[in-house]
């Protein structure tokens, strides 16, 4: 069982950044597929990065490729994303993610069976 807690959320103007936690409890936090997703108010939750369990490759969607990073330490349980060059379409509730790493990129929710609370990202123009 791994629960995850989200923080960093907050409101930033275009162009800012911010930069999310993840902290997970439970063991073999380094067997886990981590990832983050969002979703914006009247849409579908989508994929925005994902990285492998001993951290050496991540995937990001198009739409963050360049401006988002995830990272992670193993030896805390935790994992991050940093968002620079922040735009109003960033906005959304941002989700913290976990399964097991089978070492296949998984970019749709229902591969997770973890997740956390969220932490709300606003972008203002």
């Known amino acids: 069982q791994v629960q995850l807690v989200e923080s960093g959320g907050g409101l930033v103007q275009a162009g800012g950044s911010l930069s999310l936690s993840c902290a997970a409890s439970?063991?073999?936090?380094?067997?886990?597929?981590m990832a983050w997703f969002r979703q914006a108010p009247g849409k579908e939750r989508e994929f925005v990065a994902a990285?492998?369990?001993?951290?050496?490759?991540?995937h990001y969607a198009d739409s963050v490729k360049g401006r988002f990073t995830i990272s992670r330490d193993n030896a805390n349980n935790t994992v991050y994303l940093q968002m620079n060059s922040l735009k109003p379409e960033d906005t959304a509730v941002y989700y913290c993610?976990?399964?097991?790493?089978?070492?296949?990129?998984?970019?749709?929710?229902?591969?997770?069976?973890?997740w956390g609370q969220g932490t709300q990202v606003t972008v203002s123009s």
């Open positions: 993610a976990a399964d097991r790493d089978n070492q296949m990129w998984v970019v749709r929710g229902m591969g997770y069976d973890y």
């Open positions: 439970g063991r073999a936090f380094s067997r886990y597929l």
């Open positions: 990285i492998r369990g001993s951290g050496s490759s991540t």
